[in-house]
């Protein structure tokens, strides 16, 4: 039995289960095979993934994905938070693979995090690897630290922005953005 697995029996007999109960014997095995996947993001490099598919175009017009879903793990209560993270670029001659920046999103997100800093990782790991004129990420998400314990409100949804660039410094940029992260579903 691993570390891992010693340490999730110690936990269910801290609580005052029985790790040896027909439901819990394979539990330790579990749990650490679900926080192998739930943290594969410390084992990828969000730069390189990105720089494996940077195009020269002669692009001068907004790049966004929407609505990229995302789950994490609260860093303080080591309790999933889910949303969906926007993310748009100004580009200076260079693009990247649209799915890579859903990729960065996953990387970062399956990491313990904090939403503020998970927002700003995301938005310079793509004005890193491209240098566009600018990017904004704006991520939405229910945190189950705030639904399940302390105040516990079902309803509450954080939203964290981060403008770099020409997203931060034009007003124009900004607004037609923030516009596009809150039109409605068309598909």
């Known amino acids: 039995m691993s570390v891992f697995q010693e340490s999730v029996r110690t936990i269910l007999e801290s609580i005052g289960e029985d790790p040896g109960r027909e439901g819990l014997v394979k539990t330790p095995e579990r749990v650490e095979d679900a926080w192998r996947v739930l943290t594969v993001g410390y084992a990828q490099d969000p730069m390189a993934t990105l720089r494996r598919a940077v195009f020269e175009e002669h692009c001068n017009e907004m790049v966004m994905v929407r609505e990229i879903e995302l789950y994490s793990m609260c860093e303080h209560h080591l309790l999933p938070f889910f949303g969906k993270c926007h993310v748009a670029y100004l580009p200076k001659n260079r693009i990247v693979g649209l799915s890579k920046l859903a990729r960065v999103v996953e990387i970062f997100a399956r990491r313990l995090q904090v939403q503020e800093r998970l927002t700003t990782q995301i938005a310079e790991a793509v004005q ?60």
């Open 128 to 187: 890193g690897a491209l240098d566009p004129y600018g990017v904004g990420v704006v991520i939405e998400a229910r945190h189950l630290c705030m639904m399940m314990r302390g105040v516990e409100k079902q309803n509450s949804l954080a939203v964290k922005s981060c403008m770099l660039g020409s997203f931060q410094s034009d007003a124009a940029t900004r607004n037609e953005f923030v516009d596009l992260v809150g039109r409605s579903h068309s598909l």
